[in-house]
Antibody
């Protein structure tokens, strides 16, 4: 059973870069069966998909965040990471990593989620 | 982007009664080539991540109680809980994965006990 666990600083200063890592256990991040995503949830608000990476390294980002987002994969550590640059208070949120199964020409729903990590942007 | 709109925003239902949550997409999420609706439902309890309940609009995820059911096609979908239990108090979200990779979620519906 694949499990995901986020890690990273809980406090980031404005204008700096938010960096989070998701560790995959119980399965291989190199599997072609999954797409690996980051999703965030602002306090008392809904869910916003940030972007995903495939085992091959191909990525896709939400256009609203694309200029500031980088998602990368480290297959040796079975991890994938999120970097969000030039953060402001509006980036304060719970950040989740999640996976969706690969299906022909698309993906399925997000069937595995990490527990989430709260990131606050404040000086 | 496909906009997902849920109704109502909040709902109070008596224990043992039926709860119904609606979700409307701004365009069809039905793929004609496989006749599947790319629509999922999630449950989120306080302090927890969302949990997948339903995918393909009507397929229950493994382990999800059969009191949860999903229906609908095209642009209009419904999540029903046939007999509300105390542990069903949560936020519920719909999500489309038709326009992969640009996934979008509904705004959420808060379900409480009356």
């Amino acid at each position: 059973q694949v499990q995901l666990q986020e890690s990273g600083p809980g406090l980031v200063k404005p204008s700096q870069t938010l960096s989070l890592t998701c560790t995959v256990s119980g399965g291989s991040i190199s599997s072609d069966n999954y797409y690996w995503s980051w999703i965030r949830q602002h306090p008392e608000k809904g869910l916003e998909w940030i972007g995903y990476i495939y085992y091959s390294g191909s990525t896709y980002y939400n256009p609203s965040l694309k200029s500031r987002v980088t998602i990368s994969v480290d297959t040796s550590k079975n991890q994938f990471s999120l970097e969000l640059s030039s953060v402001t208070a509006a980036d304060t949120a719970v950040y989740y990593c999640a996976s969706a199964p690969s299906i022909v020409g698309a993906t399925g729903a997000f069937d595995i989620w990490g527990q989430g990590t709260m990131v606050t942007v404040s000086s | 982007d496909i906009v997902m709109t849920q109704s109502p925003d909040s709902l109070a239902v008596s224990l043992g009664e039926r709860a119904t949550i609606n979700c409307k997409s701004s365009q069809s999420v039905l793929y004609s080539s496989n006749n599947k609706n790319y629509l999922a439902w999630y449950q989120q309890k306080p302090g927890q991540p969302p949990k997948l309940l339903i995918y393909w609009a009507s397929t229950r995820e493994s382990g999800v109680p059969d009191r949860f059911s999903g229906s609908g096609s095209g642009t209009d979908f419904t999540l029903s809980i046939s007999s509300l239990q105390a542990e069903d108090v949560a936020l519920y979200y719909c999500q489309q994965y038709y326009s992969t990779p640009m996934y979008t979620f509904g705004q959420g519906t808060k379900l409480e006990i009356k």
